[in-house]
């Protein structure tokens, strides 16, 4: 089957209204590239859990806690998703990985692409995961974050993806079945047409294709209009062609307390942490150590702590102040998880409405246990970052932002409040 639906230029793109499913590997890349769409117009939502999503969007993505599941597991969850997501009207599909093309050797990014490629039937997929909005771009084939190499930046430590290479075809080729080649920027710079053509005429399935600025992804969406399945990053929304939403609509803030929770180790979030102390925000180190021998006692004192604060205040709960804070083992990660989502559960519970968190596998560890199965997206916070809005299963309505660990501005736990309206 031919992977190109349409001819595609840019007029078509506008009239043509195409139903775009996008299955996102974590919470977090969910709200992001939703966010993305939204600011091009394009009515969107995030399904967290089973149930008829809304109506009247033309973008619905799916998110997934699939980044470090098992593999068969993943491209399990990612095949559903998929088949969800044409039940539903969409024609044409994206999968959303980190725009650090967080995984391993062993995947998951290249057996999610090869299953969603077979199930699609594209025959070449883009593989593009540059954000340069938040400081990703591609160039020569090579992955950079800021100034650096991707294997040179932080990511280089993760505790569960670490990546220690950053030509990103060769990131992708242990884990796929399929040739990856690459385009690089001479080409883009040729323009859609150019693009587009030698992506049909290239020998290998996947192409990773340089782009360096934000001019670049609009080529690269342009030239991949037509395309059944495209891959990548948020930044392969933000060169989509445009909707005829209003960007700005904005739902309104339900009235309540305020509360941040940081399951996340990277840099950027502990800066965030610190910046809020440093600001006045009451802020609680989560006793890690202690949710071995005594998690419901470590969830008491927390909760007991956040009930003690100023209910103007907005007090930040966090897992980690410096690495050595970090406890090794998944044992240690998922206690963590379930803490965090705990107090969450009770905070809201208990009058919380607006709650930012921090963290992907954080993120959908909570949005699962209060049961938010869709969720609205609402105001720009930063590049990646957005409130959203969900209702619990127990009925209450909660403003959430769910944050990548590396993203947000320092500063992003005392300012995200004033997008809210
Ligand atoms: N002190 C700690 N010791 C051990 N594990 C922890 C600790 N604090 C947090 N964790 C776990 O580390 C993991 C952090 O992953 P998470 O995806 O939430 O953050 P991140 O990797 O920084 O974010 P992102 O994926 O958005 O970049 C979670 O499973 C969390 O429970
Ligand atoms: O693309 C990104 O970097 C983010 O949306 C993300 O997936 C980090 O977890």
């Known amino acids: 089957m031919a992977s190109r639906m349409l001819s595609g230029t840019v007029a078509e793109r506008r009239e043509t209204v195409v139903r775009i499913g ?39 993505v799916a998110a997934l806690k699939t980044r470090t599941a098992p593999v068969a597991e993943a491209v399990e969850a990612s095949l559903a998703a998929c088949e969800r997501l044409r039940a539903l009207g969409c024609e044409r599909f994206v999968f959303k990985y980190c725009s650090t093309f967080d995984s391993t050797d062993r995947g998951n990014i290249g057996p999610v692409l090869d299953a969603l490629a077979e199930r699609t039937g594209a025959e070449h997929v883009v593989v593009a995961p540059a954000f340069p909005g938040n400081g990703r771009t591609i160039r020569d084939g090579l992955l950079y974050v800021g100034d650096v190499l991707l294997e040179d930046s932080p990511m280089r430590h993760h505790p569960l993806t670490p990546m220690t290479r950053s030509r990103v075809a060769e990131l992708l080729r242990p884990q796929t079945r399929y040739d990856v ?68 609509e904005a739902w309104p ?46 969830v008491r004192d927390a909760l007991a702590w956040f009930t003690a604060q100023d209910p103007a205040s907005a007090p930040v709960i966090y897992s980690v102040g410096d690495l050595d804070d970090v406890r090794s083992g998944p044992e240690a990660a998922a206690r963590t998880e379930e803490a965090l989502s705990r107090i969450v559960e009770a905070a809201i519970a208990s009058g919380v409405t607006q709650c930012v968190v921090a963290g992907g596998e954080t993120s959908g560890a909570v949005v699962n246990r209060l049961g938010v ?23 209450d309505r909660v403003a959430l932002a769910l944050k990548s660990g590396n993203f947000g501005t320092p500063d992003m736990f005392v300012t995200a409040w004033e997008v809210l309206r």
């Open 22 to 60: 996008v299955v996102a590997d974590d919470f977090t890349g969910a709200t992001d590239i939703a966010a993305a769409y939204a600011s091009r117009g394009r009515r969107s939502v995030v399904l967290t859990g089973p149930g008829e999503p809304p109506e009247g969007n033309d973008v619905v």
């Open 181 to 248: 080649g690459e385009i690089h920027a001479d080409i883009v710079r040729a323009g859609a047409a150019q693009l587009a053509g030698t992506l049909a005429a290239a020998a290998e399935k996947y192409l990773v294709v340089d782009t360096l600025t934000d001019d670049d992804l609009v080529t690269i969406a342009e030239a991949t209009s037509g395309d059944v399945l495209v891959s990548g990053a948020a930044g392969l929304a933000l060169g989509s062609a445009r909707g005829d939403a209003d960007p700005s």
């Open 253 to 298: 803030t339900p009235a309540g307390r305020r509360l941040v929770v940081c399951g996340s180790a990277s840099a950027r979030t502990r800066e965030q942490v610190r910046h809020a102390a440093e600001n006045g925000q009451p802020t609680l180190r989560l006793d890690v150590g202690g949710l071995a021998s005594d998690p419901g006692g470590v």
């Open 373 to 395: 199965h869709a969720l609205r997206i609402g105001g720009l916070i930063a590049p990646g970052v957005c409130w959203a809005e969900g209702v619990t299963a127990a009925g």
